[in-house]
């Protein structure tokens, strides 16, 4: 079935095909870099897999970077595909006003050291930044080093199927940081042992949200994270995310003198929170969620202890099997059906299956359809996608 739609899709765009350019790396050029410099917009840059010793900056082109998942549906491209910042800054840059046409997807992202963005950067753009692994990245550990993973301001990236991992940031966002109007898109994530560890400071594990940055976070898996102060998970400070459909466990907020909001902190804010899972989170103070100067606004979600607001329910979620990052329900969990409109609540729906990857095959239908499109077609493709968590 997915070779018809693939060869639809080629019917469609086949005549705007001649205008762009694929670049075969290391066939055409020895870096990425290199090939990067040579693109123009709308071009293709395939990435044979390999390791990368390289610190890359898109330069404001409006390109698809990726591996050989973006032609094979293969998704062991993604492990295999590697670039390493060797700890000489971010190791992808996006701050040259790219659009949602600059595009990184299928790569593992590690090794990155910056003041902020340790694996991604982004500043005035829009990428595309989707199905990569983004792992042991650090953003300044001693200082106000933001975004371990990825660090976000005035931009409004769309970061969607990628697994964040054992990234750390000195001040706020081991996974994410998004500050001063960043408007970012983050959906069907899982963020794994990401930390905030700044000793005076600590906000969001695994993801951050300051200054006017009202982000979309829906269908993230978002567990084991940790903070020093404020939001092991998720931290909102002077922001109104809207959080919809995540999942957050077993993260934590300690230090030897505070740690509020194991799950989620909300610092002078009024988030919405909807059909979301907050269980098993750990604190010195509001282990689940906790507010200071704001409310947040919480309902049909499953709170460990309770929570005042509509829907809302207090019982074990039953998780296929959380110790090995299955996160999956139970058939009888309570979470099934019991959200807004008859949703689930919760990231995933029911299934006890074998997850620690994410269904790459349904989403490379859409990343084929995506780097067609960036070749100046008019094609609409719609393709109703289930997502699965990446563990």
């Given at each position: 079935?997915k ?6 899709i ?14 075969n ?10 090939g ?22 898109f ?9 050989l ?20 800054g971010?190791?992808?840059?996006f701050?040259n ?8 997807i299928?790569?593992?992202?590690q ?5 902020d963005?340790?694996?991604i ?11 990569n ?23 409004s990236?769309?970061?969607?199927y ?8 000195g ?16 959906r ?7 930390a ?21 976070i ?8 940790s903070?020093?102060?404020y ?5 909102a ?9 995540n ?8 230090s ?8 989620i ?14 269980w ?6 509001g ?18 202890g309770?929570?005042?607001g509509?829907?809302n329910i207090d019982c ?5 099997n ?18 807004e409109?008859g949703v689930?609540?919760?990231?995933l ?16 239908l ?12 008019a ?9 699965s968590?990446?563990?």
């Open positions: 079935m070779y018809r739609y693939l060869f639809l080629g019917l469609l765009i086949a005549p705007d095909l001649c205008s762009a350019t694929i670049i790396i290391p066939d055409d050029f020895a870096t990425i870099q290199a990067i410099d040579a693109s123009a917009d709308n071009d293709t840059i395939l990435v044979q897999p390999s390791l990368y010793q390289e610190n890359l900056n330069n404001g082109h409006d390109i698809v970077l990726g591996s998942y973006l032609t094979t549906l293969d998704d062991s491209y993604v492990a295999t595909t590697i670039i390493d910042g060797n700890q000489s971010s190791v992808v840059v701050s006003s790219e659009s949602s046409q600059a595009r990184l299928g790569f593992t992202i090794n990155g050291l910056a003041g963005g340790g694996g950067y982004c500043n005035g753009s829009q990428p595309i930044i989707a199905q692994i983004i792992q042991n990245n650090q953003a300044s550990v001693i200082g106000l080093g933001s975004g371990g993973g990825i660090y976000c301001e005035e931009a990236p769309t970061i969607e990628n697994r964040f991992e054992n990234n750390v940031a001040f706020a966002g081991g996974g994410i940081h998004c500050r001063t109007n960043a408007n970012a898109i983050i069907h994530n899982v963020f794994a042992a990401n905030a560890i700044g000793d005076m400071s600590g906000l969001g594990g695994g993801i951050y949200c300051g200054n006017n940055s009202n982000a979309e829906t269908y993230n898996v978002i567990y084991g994270n903070v020093n102060n939001g092991g998970g998720i931290c400070h002077l922001s109104t995310p809207l959080m919809d459909r999942t957050l466990y077993n993260n934590s907020a300690y030897y003198y505070q740690g509020n909001g194991g799950g902190s909300c610092l002078e804010c009024d988030p919405v929170i909807t059909n979301t899972i907050v098993g989170n750990h604190a010195l103070q282990a689940q969620i906790y507010e200071i100067n704001g409310t947040a606004i919480v309902t049909y979600c499953d709170v460990q309770g929570r005042a509509e829907g074990h979620p039953l998780f296929c959380a110790a090995e990052g299955n996160f999956y329900l139970a058939e009888t969990s309570c979470c099934l059906g019991a959200g409109g689930d609540i919760g990231a729906g029911s299934g006890c299956m074998t997850a620690t990857i994410p269904a790459l095959s349904e989403w490379g859409m990343i084929l359809g995506l780097l067609l499109l960036a070749a100046g077609t094609a609409v493709i719609r393709r109703q996608m289930k997502a968590p990446i563990g």
